[in-house]
């Protein structure tokens, strides 16, 4: 049985007052429910040692991620964070491929390949994001896009590596525009990812949690979190208050 997960990708949002106050927050509601579903929080790069410490000290299960990562060891890359810096912080969860990274800082499918490889390398777990645009959907192309991002990962990384990864199939039309895809439409996707690796390795595809993310909220959280293949969500906006996000991590169980 795969253990329901909601990760709060917070963006280049917050100060570190802000920050602390989300977390402590966080951490006294989850404190108070005794929900099997995993959480995670994704702050920027410069707010996760704050966030580690306050994480590490409430020691409920809470974890850390980050929003990205470079795709080499060290080195000359100025303005890049490695996985090692990550880890060494005790970083969980990275996300990788997100469409914001895709689309304004022009990231590829080989790029991204090469950060889900670093990622693990530094025992994390890569969050792999996919999802296509308002105008392939139109086009009936939706299949395919998830499909051919999955792939060129698979391609570089290897089928077994999605064991030990998060998948989240995020519609980019429904990413902060208030738009949510239907349940029975993520259902839809979320069942043609697991059975494209069905095809591949039963196993895979029976382990790998796949998360919806696009205009997740209290809302409308547990009917898609309801769906067979939709195992929990990757929040953006909705994460960024704590009982709106609480909400949504209670409406998994
Ligand atoms: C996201 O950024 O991954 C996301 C899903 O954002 P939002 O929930 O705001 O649509």
Request: hydrophobic share 45%; charged share 20%.
């Amino acid at each position: 049985m795969r253990e329901k997960l909601v990760v709060g990708n917070w963006k280049m949002h917050g100060n570190r007052d802000q920050v602390n106050r989300l977390v402590e927050e966080i951490i006294a509601g989850a404190a108070e429910t005794e929900s099997k579903v995993e959480i995670g929080i994704c702050p920027t790069y410069i707010h996760l040692e704050q966030a580690a410490k306050l994480l590490i000290a409430a020691n409920i299960g809470i974890s850390l991620g980050a929003q990205n990562v470079c795709f080499a060891e060290q080195g000359a890359f100025t303005g890049e964070v490695a996985a090692a810096m990550l880890a060494e912080l005790g970083v969980t969860f990275v996300i990788v491929g997100h469409s914001e990274r895709r689309e304004i800082f022009g990231e590829t499918n080989e790029l991204i390949a090469a950060k889900f490889k670093v990622v693990q390398a530094h025992n994390m777990v890569p969050i792999l994001c996919i999802g296509e645009s308002l105008e392939q959907r139109e086009q009936g192309a939706t299949e395919q896009v998830v499909i051919s991002q999955l792939d060129a990962v698979i391609g570089d990384v290897g089928l077994p590596s999605l064991h030990d990864a998060v998948i989240a199939y995020e519609p980019i039309w429904a990413i902060g525009t208030g738009k949510t895809a239907t349940p029975e439409q993520a259902q839809e996707v979320h069942w043609t990812i697991r059975d494209h690796l069905a095809r591949q390795d039963a196993a895979v595809a029976a382990a790998v949690r796949i998360l919806y993310g696009g205009s997740v909220k209290s809302s409308n959280a547990r009917e898609l979190f309801n769906q067979a293949d939709i195992d929990g969500g990757l929040v953006g906006g909705a994460s960024l208050e704590a009982e709106e996000f609480l909400s949504i991590c209670k409406s998994a169980d």
